[in-house]
């Protein structure tokens, strides 16, 4: 089989999906398929371009696990406003459909591609060359922005995105979404054949643990003393992050001298106060690395169900600060080492588990196709 692989993000970007594409490629390389992958230049997450990848018209290499990969140009988004990622989509899906055109004809496609307008000129392609395509589907679009308030909800906008969304689910082969919410709201809205639809949470390599000489020299950095005791803040600042009532928790509890609030870093502990959020890619790093995660209470954080997680009504500073108490008095190094160590063994057996079902898939539609 010839598969073609189309992914927005990619090693070395440090992006969950990124790790999965490369992954999906990887296992089917093993199982003795031809793959290529098509990329834009890393340049997440600052929107600035990596050392050693300087951008070009396109450039071919081959990867260490025995696949092919074309790196295309495109707009580097430095800001998560709509101008900046519509100019990264639409910039990605020109070439990238270009490419995937130029490609000897892949007997199947994969997509994990910028939503709406990248994915729909993806799918054009496919559809000119009468190839199956698979979909993954990382949120969902015009829904994700009206949640968050950056288009009106029912509008012109909205509806043409949804509008195009529904004429790619429909017409593509299969339809990966990472949760079951998603997945429903292809079956019922969209009204996607409930066969073609399927659920695959997004995994990601199981973390070493990080040497300690790193940590001291980050704390050392910030004025951290060792012995505190230090929670992360998991997410971007922007309208909706409710990064307000986390400062102000914070400081309802500011006799506890050795609590520290970081942005990033050796942490014991993750925090995400967010009023409206997408699948929240932060909440599966916490969680393949074993660590309490406070999570405000909103239906897409309850969904990821973390084990250790901790939910809080954003808008309510004592809950959260009452949350953090509880954090810090139940803290025990033992018990930490022994969730660090039991997730690092699930996360192993979810990225062997996870990256079957995927080829699975592909090739089960590939067999239909």
Known sequence: MRALIVSCVFPPEPVMSAQTSHQIAEHLVQRGHEVTVIAPFPSRPAGTPYDGHSRALFRRSMDPKGFKVMRCPSFYSRESRMTSRFAENLSFGLTGAWAAMMEQRPDIIYANTWPIVATCMLATVARWRRVPLVVSVQDVYPESLEVQGRIPRQGMVARWMRRIDTGVARRCHALITISPRFADIYRRDRRVDPARVHVIPNWTEPHESVAHEQTDRFRAELGIPPDAFVVAYGGNVGVAAGVETVVQAFQQLDELPHLRLVIAGACVAMINPSLYEGWSTSVEEAKSMG?????????????????????????????????????????????????????????????????????DIICQTLDRG
Do not use: C, M
């Open 291 to 359: 660590k309490t995660i406070l999570l405000s209470n909103i239906a897409v954080h309850r969904e990821q169900a973390p084990v250790r997680g901790l939910f809080f009504d954003p808008r309510n500073v004592e809950e959260l600060a009452e949350k953090l108490w509880k954090t810090w008095t139940g803290y025990s190094a033992e018990a930490e080492t022994q969730w660090v160590t039991s997730a690092r063994s699930d996360a192993t057996q979810r990225l062997r588990s996870y990256a079957v079902a995927y080829q």
